[in-house]
């Protein structure tokens, strides 16, 4: 029998589950947003727009840092919920414990690259030099606390996968209270700046993982970890990376493909640096609502997959793409309507306010392609399909906004032309994914793979 904190994919009604999932992976997103916004908010009212440009400036570079064992998670996510959706208890286990070794593996080894390549990783992008040492100092600080992060990631895959969406938001909002206390006391207290908030980031990652960790030790379902069963299964480790490093692949040539466009923002000089953080700090609460019902339907999928439902599967893409258009218009609309007071939160800086709301037209109500292209794809990897979405994202969106910057872009060097790219790729994009799940739907219930 599963236990209240778990949502029964398998059966009743799919909106209900589908919003009951959902809905504390949003505010966990939010939360664990909250700590790249407490440390820009902080740091543009304590330590001014500089510091502030310096924090903002590495979004790209963390992105491609953690997105390899992001991607890992989604694979770890697939296959523990495929296996509880087919019954089979062993499989599971071997899952769980193969996916936690490898997410130990992969986060110290990120970290170390991370904290030696800091520098050179900025110097790439056409970090402003006025704000460079600063990005630096910042960079490596975080980067400390990336074993720990993509520990939680894992770790909350593995819950997730077994329906289990609200213990993941309890101790990421114990991680956030510990994230913002610190930037205060770091920054307003201490005068760390851009240092303060990269460690005050670091030791709430930390909390969050070690939460994560000591609740999987403890728990009494299928998914229960336990130190000594901890090993690499060959047959475990071949489907997780099958399905997760595609989709790690993947979340890296976004984020690569993002660094060129941050590069170029870089050039507009700091002010634009600052002004473009804030609103992608404020966009980033709109694509974490979204990105939690691609979360949602890609456990969804994966589990009834696991028990050959099969037209349950269809009406959870349909409901999902349904919710992730109501989601894009409410959100998008406040934040079209009031730009300057949102982004006000963020600096006070008069120039970067500008600069910030020459971004927000693009990015507001356009964001309901960019969920539909999250939530189509979700659903082709929930059915063990992970190659397919590398492909078609690297052709529809990193190759295209690439081939834009170098075009386009560089025939009109205005930020409208620059900001443009994102809407028509994600268009471009969600049309290729639905055509592949179509294609793919059929195929996945006639294989017998778990």
Not at 116 to 124: E, T
Not at 195 to 200: E, F, Q, S
Not at 335 to 347: A, C, D, K
Not at 391 to 399: Q, V
Request: glycine share 10%; aromatic share 10%; proline share 2%.
């Amino acid at each position: 029998m599963r236990r209240k904190m778990q949502v029964d994919f398998l059966e009743g009604g799919i909106l209900k589950n589908v919003i009951l999932f959902a809905i504390p992976l949003i505010l966990s997103g939010i939360l664990q947003l909250l700590f790249n916004a407490a440390d820009i908010i902080v740091v543009g009212n304590f330590a001014g727009s500089h510091e502030m440009g310096a924090v903002g400036s590495t979004g790209s570079t963390t992105n491609l840092l953690i997105s390899i064992g992001i991607g890992l998670s989604v694979g770890l996510n697939v296959v523990v919920a495929q296996s509880v959706g087919a019954g089979n208890r062993e499989m599971v286990q071997r899952s769980v414990h193969t996916g936690m070794c490898l997410s130990l593996a992969v986060g110290l080894a990120l970290g170390m690259i991370g904290y030696f390549c800091a520098a050179s990783l900025l110097r790439l992008l056409s970090t402003p030099l006025d704000i460079i040492d600063s990005a630096t100092v910042y960079l490596r600080a975080y980067c400390m606390g990336i074993p720990f992060n993509i520990i939680y990631n894992f770790g909350s895959a593995v819950l997730r996968a077994n329906g289990d969406t609200r213990r993941p938001l309890f101790f990421m909002t114990i991680a956030g209270v510990v994230n913002v206390v610190l930037n205060i006391i770091f920054v307003r207290q201490f005068h760390l700046g851009a240092l303060g908030v990269g460690i005050a980031t670091a030791i709430s990652q930390f909390v969050s993982a070690t939460l994560v960790v000591c609740c999987l030790l403890t728990e009494q379902s299928v998914v229960q970890l336990c130190i000594k069963k901890l090993r690499f299964h060959k047959e475990e480790t071949f489907r997780i990376m099958m399905i997760g490093l595609p989709a790690g692949i993947q979340s890296s040539l976004f984020a690569i493909s993002n660094m060129l466009i941050q590069s170029s923002v870089n050039s507009f000089g700091a002010d634009a640096v600052a002004g473009n953080s804030a609103v992608m700090n404020l966009e980033g609460f709109i694509y974490i609502a979204m990105n939690s019902i691609y979360q949602t339907i890609v456990t969804f999928t994966a589990q009834n997959r696991g028990a050959g439902k099969y037209q349950r599967v269809n009406k959870g893409l349909v409901v999902s793409m349904g919710c992730v258009i109501a989601i894009g218009v409410i959100l998008g609309s406040m934040f079209q309507i009031f730009p300057r007071e949102l982004i006000s939160l963020y600096t006070r800086d008069e120039k970067a306010i500008l600069y910030g709301l020459i971004r927000v037209p693009f990015f507001a109500l356009p964001y309901c392609l960019c969920g539909l292209m999250e939530t189509i794809m979700g659903a082709v990897r929930g059915l063990g399909y992970s190659m397919m979405p590398l492909i078609t994202s690297l052709l529809g969106s990193c190759f295209f906004r690439i081939a834009w910057v170098q075009t386009v872009f560089a025939q009109h060097r205005t930020l409208q032309s620059l900001y443009l790219s994102y809407p028509i790729s994600w268009a471009l994009t969600a049309s290729i994914h639905l055509a592949c799940f179509l294609l793919v739907r059929k195929k996945a219930f006639q294989k017998n793979t778990i």
